[in-house]
């Protein structure tokens, strides 16, 4: 099997085990998103849509936001950690959507990393959820379970794992796929503890085989 048609497998096989493919960050606007995924780092999602609340409460718009002052932010954004450089990333950012983009989130990759605490993975992020275009999320999820299954050999970068994905990935696949890697990191394929006999792809993840005493698949 290449790793072109193991993609494939686990890509149907995710699809019939998680059939919604929903983003866990709570969002009805892209600039939460934004914001939500900026607080998310080293942080869970669910944390962060208890602290947005109180911030799109008191800050109900790219404007408002951008007329707070980082310490205002930052007492509220706390408890995500690392609330000094999130608040100011945050900031930064909303001032710059404002002054630049007319307080509208681009739909343009390169103009989604120009914003202040922005990454390929945010970017990637918003690309897919909010303008439905292809992406890959490469976080610590996507990574880990890329290389226990075999999709990628080694590779623990973000951006090089995410460029192998792109050429055995259906574009139209990667985003959901991403979500799907996720649900699946936290419900069977945990970091310390996997459940490798209720996984739906024991049968072909490269490290599951192994431990079987089977020979991987290429």
Not at 47 to 59: A, H, M, P
Not at 178 to 186: S, Y
Request: aromatic share 6%.
């Amino acid at each position: 099997m290449t790793k072109q048609e193991l993609a494939l497998e686990v890509i149907e096989r995710l699809k019939k085990e998680y059939p919604d493919a929903d983003c866990t960050l709570d969002y009805d606007n892209a600039w939460k998103l934004l914001v939500s995924v900026r607080l998310a780092a080293q942080c869970t999602d669910a944390r962060v849509n208890v602290v947005v609340k109180d911030l799109f409460g008191k800050y109900p718009s790219p404007q408002a936001l951008a007329q707070a002052s980082v310490e205002e932010i930052e007492e509220i954004v706390r408890p995500c950690g690392l609330g000094a450089s999130k608040a100011r990333d945050i900031y930064k950012c909303m001032n710059m959507l404002v002054d630049q983009f007319g307080g509208q989130v681009p739909d343009d990759f390169d103009a989604l990393l120009s914003l202040p605490g922005v990454g390929r993975k945010s970017a990637n992020l918003i690309m897919g959820d909010v303008f439905g275009k292809p992406a890959i999320v490469t976080d610590t999820h996507c990574i880990r379970l890329c290389n226990k299954i075999g999709l990628v050999d080694g590779i623990k970068e973000p951006q090089k794992v995410e460029m192998a994905l792109w050429k055995i990935i259906p574009p139209e696949e990667g985003s959901d796929l991403c979500h799907r890697f996720v649900m699946h990191g936290r419900a069977v394929c945990n970091a310390r503890k996997p459940e490798c006999e209720k996984c739906c792809l024991k049968d072909i993840c490269r490290t599951a085989r192994e431990a079987a005493g089977q020979q991987a698949e290429p």
